[in-house]
């Protein structure tokens, strides 16, 4: 059975841009049951988030994305793995940031794909400044260098949900 956007019930839940839960206006302040809406979270063909709670299916309003990297750190390059950079998400895990989706969108804001490309993230204020330290310009064109790689960081103009 395939459930259109407009055929599923709100949670009544609320993502603000800077990560913060709000459930009937009340900001959610339990993180294991954050935790557990981000870990059934999905995007459905609409770009509507949607938690799958059990098979049930409620949509969540999100005012930018749901997920927002909150910290980055630089790795060095070891014998196992080259550099990277490891950006600490807003479900409270670390993974590595996917340098190939940077992107900056309207009043400089720093967005990539996370969980698998599976989801955009916005990059708060310290996150943003982290990551900006590390930035180079070229003949007008900003990246990122990991390991002798040059990752552009694309500018953007559109919604940064999937579509």
């Known amino acids: 059975m395939t459930v259109s956007g407009s055929d599923i019930p709100p949670c009544l839940i609320f993502i603000a841009k800077d990560g913060r839960w709000y459930h009937k206006g009340a900001e959610m302040i339990h993180r294991d049951f954050i935790r557990l809406f981000y870990k059934n979270m999905k995007i ?23 997920f927002v990297i909150w910290g980055i750190e630089y790795q060095e390059k070891t014998e196992e ?15 590595e940031l996917a340098p190939e989706t940077l992107s900056v969108a309207e009043d400089n804001v720093m ?19 982290q990551l900006a330290e590390y930035i180079q310009q070229e003949k007008g064109v900003y990246y990122l260098p990991i390991s002798g790689k040059k990752y552009p960081i694309l500018m953007r103009r559109e919604k940064t949900r999937p579509s």
Do not use: H
């Open 81 to 95: 793995k080259g550099a990277c950079f490891l950006i600490r998400l807003s479900d409270d895990t670390q993974e």
């Open 111 to 129: 967005y990539c794909m996370v969980k698998e490309n599976s989801f955009p993230a916005r990059f708060n204020r310290p996150a943003y400044y």
């Open 44 to 66: 459905d063909s609409t770009g509507q988030y949607v938690i799958d709670w059990n098979g049930t299916l409620c949509f969540v309003e999100v005012e930018d994305t749901a």
